[in-house]
């Protein structure tokens, strides 16, 4: 089986890569911007709302973890019934997401999205649809919490030494 790639967006992403960045079958993640117009944004468009959302390019090998997992781990870490907010981070910018590239995909998607939904007992904020675009974001930005281990996050920092 061939390696896949799926889009989240979970607030501050420095966290969310990091985040991960940990489990096994996780090949790369990428910060950037996306699902907003389809210009380029810098990080000071983002945070003047341009429409984009901070997300992180997930590839990942499904035969060493599969995207139900995943996505677990992803509800692990986000406030999805929250609107524009992560944590003390507020803006569209924060917006929760899942983008897909592959609608194979989608099925998977959804079952875990209405089981986390149905677990919650109340309607997701979290968007799911198909990734329209995806900027990669300004070098400074990746793995930015490995490069200022100091740096806010909305993530627990116990949550990054999950070791599974």
Known sequence: MK????YLAGGCFWGVQKYFDQFDGVIATEVGYANGPDEVPSYQDVCRSSGHAETVKI???PEVLS???LLKYYFMVIDPLSVNRQGNDRGI???TGIY???ADLL???EAEYRAQEEKAGAKFAVELEPLKNFFSA???HQKYLDKNPGGYCHIPKAMFGLNV
């Open 138 to 140: 300004e070098e400074y």
């Open 59 to 61: 590839d990942y090998d």
């Open 107 to 109: 099925p998977e998607i």
């Open 67 to 69: 995207l139900t997992d």
């Open 3 to 6: 390696n896949r790639t799926i």
């Open 100 to 102: 897909y590239t592959d």
């Open 93 to 95: 910018q924060y917006r």
